[in-house]
């Protein structure tokens, strides 16, 4: 059963600040490895996607990284802006599930 | 596109009534998912269809939970009857295949 995990669940940091945060599964076997943003009282928004053939990929100020073999994701912010704080949620597609197993988030507070 | 369509945005009810929550995924897309998201329990995946057909409902807690998606352009869920530990916030989401989910606001529901 594949098993999402984010470390850490809570964050704080000033602003400018770079920023990594951290996601590992336990079912390597997975189709693609996406991370969201939600902010209170909202939906999910798509970040970024990566596929499982892929060892990253990059949006503005956000890089993911994917390493199926280690089973982990790792989301760089840079710069940090107030404006980016929110809840990032990893999410693992495939693997013996063929679902999207989400991971319980990271709550991130940029401090101006 | 508007992105996905969600109704209500809030529901209040009381316990023993039927609830029904509303979705309008994305036009074009073939998968839809109906989530529930709690404290306790983070992000959980209801059931999916793709083509309208559901695929997977082992997620969906009781009998009490029942979902259609009688054409490409709506899907609904149903609890009959509702209780309080039904409270959630429940999301719709559609995507292309096993691309990127996009998420609708979702519908917070309380039951009292």
């Known amino acids: 059963k594949q098993e999402v995990t984010q470390i850490p669940a809570a964050l704080s940091v000033p602003e400018g600040e770079n920023l990594v945060l951290n996601c590992s599964f336990t079912d390597s076997a997975i189709y693609n490895l996406q991370w969201f943003r939600q902010d209170p009282g909202k939906g999910l928004t798509s970040l970024l996607l990566i596929q499982s053939s892929q060892r990253e990929q990059t949006s503005g100020r956000l890089n993911a990284s994917l390493d199926k073999s280690s089973g982990r994701s790792t989301l760089y912010i840079a710069a940090s802006q107030p404006g980016d704080s929110a809840t990032y949620l990893c999410a693992a597609y495939g693997g013996a599930t063929n679902k999207l197993i989400f991971g319980t988030g990271t709550l991130l507070a940029v401090q101006p | 596109d508007a992105g996905v369509i969600q109704s209500p945005r809030h529901e209040v009810t009381e316990m023993g009534q039927e609830v029904t929550l509303r979705c309008k995924p994305i036009?074009?897309?073939?998968?839809l998912f109906w989530y529930r998201q709690t404290m306790m329990r983070g992000l959980e995946l209801l059931i999916y269809f793709n083509n309208n057909v559901p695929i997977d409902d082992s997620g969906m807690p009781e009998d009490r939970f029942s979902a259609k998606m009688p054409n490409a352009s709506f899907s609904t869920l149903k609890i009959q009857p509702s209780e309080p530990r039904d409270s959630a916030v429940y999301f719709c989401?559609?995507?292309?295949?096993?691309?990127?989910?996009?998420f609708g606001p979702g519908t917070r529901l309380l039951v009292l």
């Open positions: 036009s074009g897309h073939d998968y």
């Open positions: 989401a559609s995507s292309f295949g096993a691309e990127t989910q996009y």
